[in-house]
């Protein structure tokens, strides 16, 4: 039934925070991205500029639909925004969004600031990251769908348990922590986290760099 529903357009699937939601919220998002950006520009704090836009699931989604925007815009800007946010150790909901964001997208124009920030604190950041990285940036493998089931089967089969990682963050992050292997304290729990996302990656990439540093 919810394939159906995802089918007529009426609802569609968020892979971020696993939920759905009806497609006139794309019309709510416009006034929100708007909003957004009012408040970036009126506040002259991070700590004003969150407390105006508050902490909703929904608005934590338009704030990475605005992210995404202001990449293509002024990069020299956002990036000391991102600078004032992580220098505080507060923003934790908000940094979450930032890197999922930067992961998602299809070039890393702000990989000197990660390069940096990954490696404070024992490398608590990448450990982080590498956590959101297999929650957050997925989307349904559609070509592997196509080749198991037909267009009716599709209407109605559980689709959501057979994604693919999306974003060039996986690369980055496979790459980075294989550069820096020497120098990250590998307990358990670190490796734990690690292994899930090379696994998830070599599952679906047979070939290439990042494979060869997955290993």
């Not at 020299?76 to 991102?82: D, G, K, R, V, Y």
């Not at 080749?147 to 980075?176: A, D, V």
């Not at 996302?197 to 047979?206: A, D, P």
């Amino acid at each position: 039934a919810i394939s159906l529903l995802q089918n007529d357009g009426i609802i569609y699937k968020d892979l971020t925070f696993d939920g759905f939601f009806f497609y006139h919220d794309v019309y709510e998002e416009i006034v929100l991205i708007h909003k957004i950006n009012q408040e970036y520009i009126q506040n002259e704090t991070v700590t004003d500029f969150f407390d105006k836009i508050g902490d909703s699931i929904t608005v934590r989604k338009t704030f990475r639909l605005w992210l995404h925007i202001q990449f293509e815009t002024d990069s020299a800007e956002i990036n000391q925004f991102f600078e004032n946010i992580f220098q505080n150790e507060d923003f934790l909901v908000w940094k979450d969004e930032i890197l999922i964001a930067l992961f998602s997208e299809e070039n890393m124009i702000f990989a000197p600031f990660l390069d940096r920030i990954l490696k404070e604190n024992d490398y608590a950041l990448l450990f982080r990251s590498l956590h959101l990285l297999n929650t957050a940036c997925k989307t349904i493998d559609y070509k592997f769908l196509e080749g198991l089931l037909t267009s009716e089967e599709m209407q109605t089969y559980n689709i959501y348990k057979f994604n693919i990682p999306l974003g060039h963050g996986w690369n980055y992050l496979i790459t980075y922590a294989y550069k820096h292997r020497e120098h990250i304290p590998w307990t358990e729990k670190n490796i734990d986290k690690i292994i899930n996302v090379l696994y998830t990656w070599s599952q679906k990439f047979n070939n290439g760099e990042t494979t060869r540093n997955a290993g």
